[in-house]
């Protein structure tokens, strides 16, 4: 699959917990990770068939950083086979009219080998490239 997982913001996340919770239960995911980042508290909610791999996501963008969130909370994270090839990622968005939204890097707060890197396209969309694979 290209991509590895869908990004939403939500304006309280209390409130999208509870309805994605029930909304997709329905269709047998549930919500498998949740995201606690020391100093902001809960800032995320990973849904899925399996618990190690949430692939819908809902976050609170107003508690997430300001600068990477300014241009909306939707995003697209696509597969990389590996970490040179988050790199190449990063690097081709910027040559081709992108704009940084996160160097390539470790992202533990997500899990220790999460390597991701951000950008927003021409148009503004943010993009993803992510690895889980420790290297």
């Not at 939500?10 to 509870?18: M, N, P, T």
């Not at 995003?75 to 590996?82: G, Q, R, S, T, W």
């Not at 990622?89 to 009219?97: K, P, R, V």
């Not at 991701?116 to 992510?130: L, R, T, V």
Request: with cysteine.
């Amino acid at each position: 699959m290209i991509l590895d997982h869908v990004s939403i913001g939500v304006s309280d996340l209390a409130r999208g917990r509870a309805f994605y919770d029930s909304v997709l239960a329905t269709l047998g995911y549930a919500r498998v990770y949740d995201v606690d980042i020391p100093g902001q508290g809960l800032v995320s909610h990973g849904y899925g068939a399996a618990p190690e791999k949430p692939e819908f996501w809902i976050g609170a963008y107003g508690r997430l950083d300001a600068a990477l969130n300014r241009e909306g909370a939707t995003h697209l994270a696509f597969v990389a086979k590996c970490r040179k090839d988050v790199d190449a990622f990063h690097a081709a968005a910027l040559q081709h009219g992108g704009r940084d939204n996160g160097k390539p890097g470790l992202r533990p707060e997500y899990h220790p080998t999460y390597y991701g890197a951000f950008a927003f396209d021409p148009d503004g969309n943010k993009i993803e490239a992510c690895c889980h694979h420790p290297e």
